[in-house]
């Protein structure tokens, strides 16, 4: 019970000093009537969007509670409820935070870079503490009524159900998200500054409202809602396979529980150094941040395995998990980053036209893969030879433990993504664009490390629900000489390669639609040009919101149907199978999209810094196509692969017992 009230206590100190940063962002200048003008724009769009996106997905939750209910039990059903709710509720405090904020940045940016610093950031800070609060928060409330009525063993079983719902809502986000702001990008990019030369977040190209709206519903409220059900996930599986210890079983119960807790004061305690002076700067002091709370955790977890066990034990899982999340990060930013020689080589590429560009990027996503995957490796094997599954189990707990810190460096990205592009479609000074092109440059970093950490928490969450999942089933042996196991293997093989074929496809359709709008616009309103036209930017806008909400079902579908008909007619022991084959691929398929969507971008920004030709050159044309190709990569396809890894986990351990 005291570790329930102290992990309880963190979750609401997060979600005061949330609901506190929120009012203090609304409180600040959102500068001239123009920048209101464009900022409203930006907010009705992507209100108008999630709304829509969210009554499609109240109706298709309901009917899943409903079945939970019937064939499962009422508590899973309504933890699924619950999970469900709050994950949707976290994307929404985290995107209306972002539509808050980004006008302020800009504003903010005409007295100097710090200033435009510390409102981004605490734009990004309200959605990294909704997420930990909320989770939190949702899990020690539900332990502690359901100990009080169910039982224990009976309320961690239902809590399956959590995550499930949870899981549900970031696929959705993420996939339905993601459609949205690379339908709009591509059309932007294409018909703006391929085809008639003009700069991006130009106010005369009709899609830069849905481009700008795009960067809250996917790299906000979509990530915001897929780090939520690892987070939560993750502790779930702990809790789960402490359930199943013969000793201290309490104790393993609630390990996780307190790691988080601790994990939440950590981060608060780092955004405290989240200060730049200039741009050089920026990078530096969003990493030291993240590191110095993931040496807080690291310290006090030491103490923290003494009080629950006695010993040092799970100090070194601990460590291993944490050390994880920093070398994934930092593998990231160095396959990303224009500051490393992979995306200069990239950038190179770009001399000598498209192809070269997409085909060096490739090679450099492929190669990217390594370190996570060894990364991971290592760990669950230390894991596991300390303490056995639950060891994996806590591993993720503690990669995830930062999450407050480490996604709100991620959440301020698009935030001042938007900032820049207000001030671009304001026609605010030079000097103003220049200070948030150099936040945008750091957000473009931070992104790609947060989706490649988001990816390797995902792996560790998946490894640890397979690790419920087989225990729970009692799976001792899962044998690749039988061949319904093998079936179900290559079947979790040949998934992510179909999921990613429909995202992808799924972009290039209503990316389509978006090109030929711009293009129509132009044509018949050859004013827009000149300047003296406004375009129809709602038009942009409907398109990719019809476009993500009728291309997001089938993919989701995927996901979640065949594991139900897997362990329906072959078996958990084939489900099993199919798991493992499914989040191996996945994970390396994953990165590899990701990381070569972030180097095609950075690239494209390291050759319009003024290297290799600078912009309007013909490496800059190649570098804009390579970036083309990389949106749906990196910002649909990659980040979506790591939802299909948890969700498919944790279909099978909500529904086990209809397999048996």
């Not at 503690?398 to 938007?418: F, K």
């Not at 690790?467 to 899962?478: D, G």
């Not at 050859?526 to 997001?552: F, H």
Request: charged share 15%.
């Amino acid at each position: 019970m005291a570790t329930i009230i102290f992990s309880a206590s963190t979750a609401i100190i997060a979600l005061a000093i949330c609901t506190a940063i929120y009012l203090s962002i609304s409180k600040a200048d959102p500068g001239n009537i123009t920048m209101q003008k464009l900022a409203d724009a930006i907010s009705d769009g992507a209100m108008a969007f999630i709304s829509r996106e969210y009554r499609t997905l109240a109706i298709f939750a309901m009917v899943l509670a409903s079945l939970l209910w019937i064939f499962i039990g009422s508590w899973t059903a309504i933890c699924f409820a619950i999970g469900a709710t709050f994950s949707a509720t976290a994307g929404y405090i985290g995107m209306k935070a972002a539509t808050l904020g980004n006008v302020r940045t800009t504003s903010a940016a005409m007295e100097g870079l710090g200033p435009a610093l510390k409102i981004a950031f605490r734009s990004g800070a309200v959605m990294g503490l909704a997420v930990v609060g909320l989770g939190l928060l949702g899990l020690t409330s539900l332990l502690f009524i359901g100990m009080n009525t169910i039982g224990l063993d009976a309320i961690i079983l239902s809590l399956f159900g959590f995550s499930f719902g949870a899981s549900t809502i970031s696929l959705f986000s993420r996939i339905g998200g993601g459609i949205y702001t690379k339908a709009a990008d591509v059309g932007a990019d294409i018909v703006g500054k391929l085809e008639n030369k003009i700069p991006e977040d130009d106010p005369r190209n009709p899609a830069t409202i849905a481009d700008n709206v795009g960067d809250n519903v996917g790299d906000i409220a979509g990530m915001g809602a897929d780090l939520y059900s690892s987070y939560v996930g993750s502790m779930i599986a702990a809790m789960a396979l402490g359930l199943m210890m013969t000793v201290d079983r309490e104790s393993y119960i609630f390990f996780p529980i307190a790691l988080s807790g601790i994990g939440i004061i950590a981060s608060l305690t780092g955004m405290l150094l989240v200060r730049a002076i200039d741009e050089n700067s920026l990078q530096k002091a969003l990493r030291n941040s993240f590191l110095f709370s993931v040496l807080i955790v690291m310290v006090t977890s030491w103490k923290l395995s003494d009080i629950f066990f006695g010993e040092p034990t799970l100090f070194w899982v601990v460590l291993a998990g944490l050390l994880a999340g920093v070398i994934i990060s930092l593998s990231t930013e160095y396959y990303t980053s224009s500051h490393f020689k992979p995306v200069k080589k990239l950038a190179k590429a770009s001399e000598t036209g498209a192809a070269t560009n997409i085909i060096e990027g490739l090679g450099l996503g492929f190669i990217s893969t390594a370190i996570p995957m060894l990364v991971i490796i290592a760990v669950a094997f230390t894991s596991y030879m300390l303490i056995g599954y639950y060891g994996i189990a806590i591993s993720a707990v503690a990669m995830l433990s930062t999450l407050g810190i480490s996604l709100s460096i991620d959440a301020y990205g698009p935030v001042a993504d938007n900032a820049g592009g207000i001030a671009e479609m304001a026609a605010l000074p030079v000097e103003v664009r220049q200070r948030t092109d150099a936040l945008d440059a750091a957000g473009n970093m931070t992104a790609a490390i947060g989706k490649g950490f988001a990816i390797g928490s995902a792996a560790l969450t998946g490894l640890a629900f397979f690790s419920a999942f087989s225990t729970r089933a009692q799976l001792e042996v899962i044998s690749l000489l039988n061949i319904e196991v093998l079936t179900g293997v290559f079947l979790g093989v040949l998934m992510p390669f179909i999921f990613t074929s429909l995202t992808m496809s799924a972009v290039s359709r209503a990316a389509f639609d978006m090109i030929e709008e711009v293009r129509r616009q132009f044509r018949e309103m050859p004013g827009i040009l000149t300047g003296e036209m406004t375009p129809d930017y709602r038009r942009c806008v409907d398109i990719s919101t019809i476009g993500a909400l009728k291309q997001m079902v089938l993919p989701g579908l995927l996901i979640i149907v065949p594991p139900i008909m897997v362990g329906l007619f072959l078996g958990p022991e084939a489900l099993g199978g199919m798991i493992i084959g499914a989040l191996g691929t996945a994970m390396l398929l994953g990165i590899a999209l990701s990381n070569a969507g972030g180097a095609w971008d950075n690239a494209k920004k390291y050759i319009e810094a003024g290297h290799h030709g600078g912009k309007n050159s013909e490496a800059h044309g190649a570098s804009i196509i390579g970036d083309t190709v990389g949106d749906p990569a990196k910002d649909t396809s990659g980040p979506s692969l790591n939802i299909l890894i948890k969700l498919m986990s944790i279909v099978a351990l909500t529904l086990l017992p209809l397999f048996l």
